[in-house]
């Protein structure tokens, strides 16, 4: 069955780094696979989505990568801030007929 | 624009006692409905996931129930409460099937068996 696979110690990065997530996958290449920023106690809020077909994606200081060979996926956050410090959730679907599946998540620190 | 809500926020209920988680929707007709468990350190676990009124589909099997009784209403509910219900539940709505689209979260419901 599919695992998805997030680094589940912190990340700490100095603010104004680039920080860099990882999710790796084990199984079959998705269709769509999708990230999401949690703060703790609250719920998960959607960042971006990409596409099997889609190589990268981008929205403002964020950018998601999409490797099928590595099966892998790479969330940047550029120009990071102390605001940016949350836990980062991968989630990934096989196509539109199934639903998600979720790793444990990064939780990220951004020091000032 | 689209809101959802979700409550109780926190409750604190003995083994064995029933339980009724609700959720409810704005600004958007038919959507998908998610119940959602998460356990300190793992990743999110589908419990029911709702395309219609009426329309259940269970994911796991246990002592939970859900039930969708308007278009845009959810309820996860239990009979009798179990030590492993204890956990961080989570409503969500979507609006394109399966891992299409995105999923919009309620603020959670923490809830504690003892």
């Known amino acids: 069955s599919q695992k998805i696979e997030q680094n589940s110690e912190a990340l700490n990065i100095q603010e104004g780094k680039t920080a860099t997530l990882t999710c790796n996958y084990t199984n079959y290449s998705p269709a769509y696979l999708q990230w999401y920023r949690q703060d703790p106690g609250r719920g998960p809020v959607f960042l971006l989505l990409i596409r099997e077909n889609e190589k990268e994606k981008r929205k403002e200081r964020l950018k998601v990568t999409f490797d099928t060979t590595l099966k892998q996926s790479l969330f940047h956050i550029t120009a990071s801030q102390p605001a940016d410090s949350a836990t980062y959730l991968c989630a990934l679907a096989e196509d539109s007929n199934y639903q998600l599946i979720w790793g444990a998540g990064t939780k990220l620190i951004i020091k000032p | 624009s689209q809101t959802i809500h979700q409550w109780p926020a926190t409750l604190v209920q003995p083994v064995g006692s029933p339980l009724s988680l609700e959720c409810t929707v704005e600004g958007t007709s038919n959507p998908n409905l998610y119940w959602y468990r998460q356990a300190a350190g793992r990743g999110l676990q589908l419990l029911f996931y709702s395309v219609g009124i009426g329309q259940i589909s269970s994911e796991v099997p246990q002592n939970l129930s859900a039930s969708r009784p308007q278009d845009r209403q959810f309820i996860l509910s239990s009979k009798k409460l179990l030590l492993s219900d204890s956990g961080f539940y989570l409503c969500?709505?979507?609006?394109?099937?399966?891992?299409?689209?995105?999923?919009?979260f309620g603020e959670g419901s923490r809830l504690t068996v003892l």
């Open positions: 969500a709505w979507g609006g394109l099937a399966g891992g299409a689209g995105e999923l919009f």
